[in-house]
């Protein structure tokens, strides 16, 4: 159950966009579309912004985006905003029936 | 509208037990699979364990497997985890999380806000 690898920072000035990775292994990301992204902000609950590799939930802004390439998935926002800074997570389901969520990324709007 | 309210942290010596609850007090969860989540101080998130909507399903984390047992009450919309041979590494925020279908696989897309259990001699 090793963590799935993402980087740990990301920097963009604000209207630009940014994409954060996701690498895991052919018995996790690579294997099932259980791909999902959290945000997270300091203090607070996470929050599901993409499930099942490409879909947002109802409320979720259409300037979030998820795709799958392999045993990478990649979640992309769109012209970044100040309230996008937050800590964002991904997760995916695996071989052995669990749940493994990656180390996080950190995002800063400049 | 679900909504997640747990309960049940607070300050333990290593090697005692804690149980902790998640109720739901809006619609219900028992039609679902239920997620414990824990963040350890200043870390990301560790899955921890699954239980299907019946019950019959339940997954772990090798890191608490044999130690932690997670159940539920449908009849009570309650879901929990019984911590035993506590660590100090077990240290952390635990949220408990609704996953989107009935079994240990898809998205948690309902989250309460985190009961803190701190393991402290």
């Known amino acids: 159950q090793s963590a799935l690898t993402q980087p740990a920072s990301v920097s963009e000035s604000p209207g630009q966009s940014i994409t954060i990775s996701c690498t895991g292994t052919?018995?996790?990301?690579?294997?099932?579309?259980?791909v999902s992204w959290y945000q997270q902000h300091p203090g607070k609950a996470p929050k599901l912004m993409i499930y099942?590799?490409?879909n947002r939930p109802s409320g979720v802004s259409n300037r979030f985006s998820g795709s799958k390439s392999g045993n990478t998935a990649s979640l992309t926002i769109s012209g970044l905003q100040a309230e996008d800074e937050a800590d964002y997570y991904c997760?995916?389901?695996?071989?052995?029936?669990?749940?493994?969520f990656g180390g996080g990324t950190k995002v800063t709007v400049l | 509208q679900v909504q997640l309210v747990e309960s049940g942290g607070g300050g333990v010596q290593p090697g005692r037990s804690l149980r902790l609850s998640c109720a739901d007090s809006?619609?219900?969860?028992?039609?679902?699979?239920m997620h414990w989540v824990r963040q350890a101080p200043g870390k990301g998130l560790e899955w921890v364990a699954v239980?299907?909507?019946?019950?019959?399903?339940?997954w772990y984390a090798d890191s608490v497997k044999g130690r932690f047992t997670i159940s539920r009450d449908n009849s009570k919309n309650t879901l929990y985890l019984q911590m035993n041979s506590l660590r100090p590494e077990d240290t952390a925020v635990y949220y408990c999380?609704?996953?989107?279908?009935?079994?240990?696989?898809?998205?948690?897309?309902?989250w309460g806000q985190g009961t803190t259990v701190t393991v402290s001699s």
């Open positions: 997760s995916s389901y695996t071989s052995s029936r669990s749940v493994v």
């Open positions: 099942d590799v490409t």
């Open positions: 052919s018995s996790d990301v690579g294997g099932y579309n259980y």
């Open positions: 809006g619609l219900t969860i028992r039609n679902y699979g």
């Open positions: 999380a609704k996953g989107q279908g009935p079994y240990e696989w898809g998205a948690m897309d309902v």
């Open positions: 239980i299907s909507y019946d019950g019959s399903n339940k």
